[in-house]
């Protein structure tokens, strides 16, 4: 669990860091812009040559010029991890921090302060592009205190869906990390779960009964017509499994996937059975998501919805999106007591299992 050991680095500007710890604030910074994962995946792997590799070993080849014959290692991960042994801050450090600042939009800081933890994440069991140990390394230098472990279901194959076996395994390692925590963070277990087409749940309830907070989301036939889309999503509402409507339109408004418009249903009944079944609406912070649009959000906060702040993180940077959905969460004046996530550790798993 090396992932759980070493900071990102970065937040202090110290102008000395350690080679691990700036390799580590690169990746971070640059999957928080949504940079290609091919260019983050270079720094991810250096992480781990040099965690692998012994300091002298490290030093001797910065000094000969050797470094790069390392697995993993580049030209540019070269120069980084030479400039940190140096005492140096890596000029690539400087350079990515610079063109992507820490504060990514104006307002939300109460918001985004109140916030404990983040309900919605994915790692490299599913789509997500980083190993569970380094979402929680991340998630725990943000300041929270908890995160919702939430791959996918068994249905989104293109998106590696976890069986029940698999699931299972999952929720022992989820397990293994919360004895090596011992308090300090709690790794919490849920998942994404796919919201079938007659609104039923892609798990069984068995699997979903040994989970902590279920979100559940549409992914399929998105352009379905507005009745039996309703009627699929309200199904899922009742289902007493269900904690979190994920991404209630499915929209995209660009990034590296393109566009595609949003899901039609009648939002006036879909939100009266949020608020009636004590389901939380999410204010998916992805930039390329902002969903529910701002007419949906408006509509559902009159309606009298929970609401989960979460980032749909598929890589430890992006865990750093919540300050977009904190904005439009003060944008729309949502009291901080009707988001779920503002809510200690306690208070959130009694509301997720009362259902």
Request: hydrophobic residues 50%; negative net charge; proline residues 2%.
């Given at each position: 669990m090396s992932g759980l050991t070493h900071s990102l680095g970065g937040m202090a500007e110290p102008q000395q860091i350690e080679p691990v710890d700036a390799l580590r604030r690169i990746a971070f910074v640059l999957e928080r812009a949504r940079a290609g994962q091919y260019r983050v995946k270079a720094f991810r792997q250096a992480v781990a040559t040099v965690i692998a590799t012994a300091r002298d070993e490290l030093e001797q080849r910065a000094a000969a010029g050797t470094l790069a014959e390392l697995p993993g290692i580049g030209k540019s991960t070269e120069a980084v991890i030479t400039q940190a042994l140096s005492g140096q801050r890596p000029d690539y450090l400087q350079t990515v921090e610079a063109k992507y600042p820490d504060r990514m939009v104006e307002g939300g800081e109460q918001v985004r302060a109140a916030l404990r933890g983040d309900c919605h994440s994915h790692s490299d069991w599913s789509d997500g592009g980083s190993p569970i140990p380094e979402m929680v390394a991340s998630a725990m230098e943000l300041g929270h205190d908890y995160l919702v472990l939430t791959d996918h279901s068994p249905r989104l194959r293109i998106?590696?869906?976890?069986?029940?076996?698999?699931?299972?395994?999952?929720?022992?390692?989820?397990?293994?990390?919360?004895?090596?925590?011992?308090?300090?963070?709690?790794?919490l277990k849920g998942i994404e779960v796919d919201i079938l087409d007659d609104g039923g749940l892609d798990q069984s309830e068995e699997m979903l009964d040994r989970l902590d907070v279920r979100v559940a989301s549409v992914h399929s036939k998105l352009a379905m017509a507005s009745a039996p889309m309703t009627r699929r999503m309200i199904g899922a509402i009742k289902n007493p499994r269900t904690n979190i409507l994920g991404h209630c339109t499915g929209r995209l408004t660009g990034g590296s996937r393109g566009?595609?418009?949003?899901?039609?249903?009648?939002?006036?009944?879909?939100?009266?059975?949020?608020?009636e079944h004590d389901v939380a609406v999410e204010i998916n912070s992805r930039p390329e998501r902002c969903d529910p649009p701002d007419d949906l959000l408006a509509q559902a906060r009159d309606a009298g919805c929970l609401f989960s702040i979460d980032s749909d993180a598929h890589?430890?940077?992006?865990?750093?999106?919540?300050?977009?959905?904190?904005?439009?969460?003060e944008q729309f004046d949502i009291p901080l007591d009707r988001i779920v996530n503002t809510w200690p550790k306690e208070r959130l798993l009694e509301w997720a299992a009362r259902r």
């Open positions: 998106a590696n869906g976890l069986s029940a076996a698999r699931l299972t395994e999952q929720l022992g390692v989820v397990d293994a990390i919360n004895t090596h925590l011992d308090g300090s963070f709690t790794l566009t595609r418009g949003q899901s039609s249903f009648d939002a006036a009944a879909v939100f009266a059975a949020c608020a890589a430890p940077g992006q865990l750093d999106l919540l300050q977009f959905g904190a904005a439009r969460a």
